[in-house]
């Protein structure tokens, strides 16, 4: 018979038949004041907040490195379609065709219909996925634990800046994390519905795994997780090969509607990837084993991408994830130990909880076994942050209730968990707009981690920079003999629109670097010690330099031209 304190903590059995693996302790009074419903409470007002958020902030955020080409792919992707399937110039677009085009292409129809300006409308867009994933992060907590986990889960995803940073201008991974995250959640639902799951459930599997196909190939991981649990729930739940086999034959048979979504949502938003069966794979080779001269950087120490330890994306995360974090997962392991006999007597609610630990790992052991090339952190693997929030979440909750009895314990739990929530809000705050650079204490200080660690890799702050640019120059443009206008020349560490879209008709974006007038960049792997000229202006935030305004109009001949990078040398 299940308890009160079973439904407070891990949700009413009529709306959810999961249960927890993990036996959970007598009830105490602080269920009388934090009930289910001051926990939900607490989780819309949290959804309230990041809403507000996300429209008050959305045009502080600048263009990202990658912004303008997959804007145009969107472009063509339109064109594509419009043009009733005959001009195919997507395909032909640098590697873009690699790529699905989901975000791009709502993007692309939207600029048409929307009277924002084109790259805040993209931000906006990006912004509103990531808070989609969050609410899949809260349904799939809520789900396995209640409204407490839900509560934390959501809390943890909005303080963290690989997330909530990260969203604006991540236009390609956050929302192909999202969609992931939604995957997940459905993938929990259907496999507590084996072997025959409802087919509105199986569709909206499909929708899931098809968008997160139709922004990246890596959407095939939603599918090796769901054919995971599939065979792990026959040989847990049905005993004997031959039953065995049936109940994966029937369980198959019910999936294939999402099979059948999933592909049309693919073929819509990735027609690349469908015409031909080796495009698939194709594109699965070139992310696993792509490589370019291009340089990143771990703990201090400068390589090659494609010469990346194995454990890039497992020191990047221990790193880039708040402390708190570090605090719920310990409390997860602290707790499964403590209770690990009813991980046995209850192995048939192992399964959803089995989901989520196969969706935080399994990438991040394939990363380590396959050893692809890996830049920018873990900006390619966003997709494992809401699972690994989910386990932090859980693992708070459960903690809270493992320290029932040690009430003084209990106590600096919590005020250690504020204490952490609450430096992470304010270093978020004194980031803002930079959120996505943060770094936990792990990796030093501010500025040990931003020189030790890949900082402003988006170039996000010559936004900012190009501000101050406008602002050092007299508001007159500068004009010639005959009196036409002759602009400033500058030159961009970065893609030419990301100072081209932001400055006014006295200046234009170079290619030249050596004619330049003026010169912007971000400090991060030394690009701002590539030129010289007399700094006259500094984005700053925690003390750090994140990019640099350098005035070149009085430099000699031989100091015009452009140097080698420090980490080059």
Known sequence: MQTHHENYLFGHRKKSQVGCIIAAPKPDKDRHVFTPLVFRRMSLALFAALGLFIVFTFSHYGISNDEEVQHVYGRLLLDFYSSGFSD????????????????????????????????????????????????????????????????????????????????????????????????????????????RPPLALSIKLGIAVGCALGLRIGGAFAVIYLLLLLGISGLINIQGWQARLR??????????????????????????????????????????????????????????????PRYYLPAYLLVRLPEVFLLGLAGLLFSAALNYRALFKRREKLLPWLAVIIAALFPIAFNVIDKPALYNGIRHFTFVVPPVVVLAGLGLALSWDALHSLPRLRKGFGIACIALCALTLLTLARLHPYEYIYYNNLAGSMAEAEAEWEGDYWSSSLREASDMLEDEISTKPRRDASGRIVPYLVAVCAENIQGSA???????????????????????????????????????????????????????????????APHQH
């Open 88 to 195: 195919r110039s997507a395909f032909e677009y640098h590697n873009l065709f690699l790529y699905g085009g989901l975000f791009d292409l709502i993007a692309a129809l939207l600029e048409q219909a929307l009277p924002i300006w084109v790259w805040d409308m993209r931000h906006l867009l990006s912004a509103l996925f990531g808070l989609a994933g969050i609410v899949a992060a809260y349904k799939i907590a809520r789900h396995l634990g209640g409204e407490r986990a839900g509560f934390f889960t959501v809390l943890l995803l909005a303080i963290t800046g690989a997330w909530t940073g990260a969203m604006f201008t991540h236009t390609k991974d956050v929302p192909f994390a999202a969609c992931m995250a939604w995957a997940l959640y459905y993938t929990i639902l259907v496999i507590e519905k084996l072997p």
């Open 247 to 308: 109940y994966w034959l029937v369980s198959v048979i019910h999936l294939i509607p999402a099979g059948v979504v999933a592909f049309i949502l693919m073929a819509i938003f990735w027609p690349w990837g469908v015409m031909s069966p080796s495009h698939p794979m194709e594109a699965a080779r070139s992310f696993s084993h792509f490589a370019f001269n291009m340089l990143t950087i771990m703990d201090g120490e400068v390589m090659n991408i494609g010469e990346v």
């Open 502 to 564: 932001y400055l006014d008709r006295r200046f234009s974006v170079t290619k030249n670097w050596e004619a330049a007038d003026f010169y912007l960049s971000t400090t991060n792997m030394g690009c701002d010690g590539v030129m010289n000229g007399k700094i006259i202006g500094e984005v700053k935030r925690m003390g750090v330099v994140l990019a640099v305004v350098k005035d070149r109009r009085d430099l000699l001949a031989h100091l015009r031209q452009p140097l080698m």
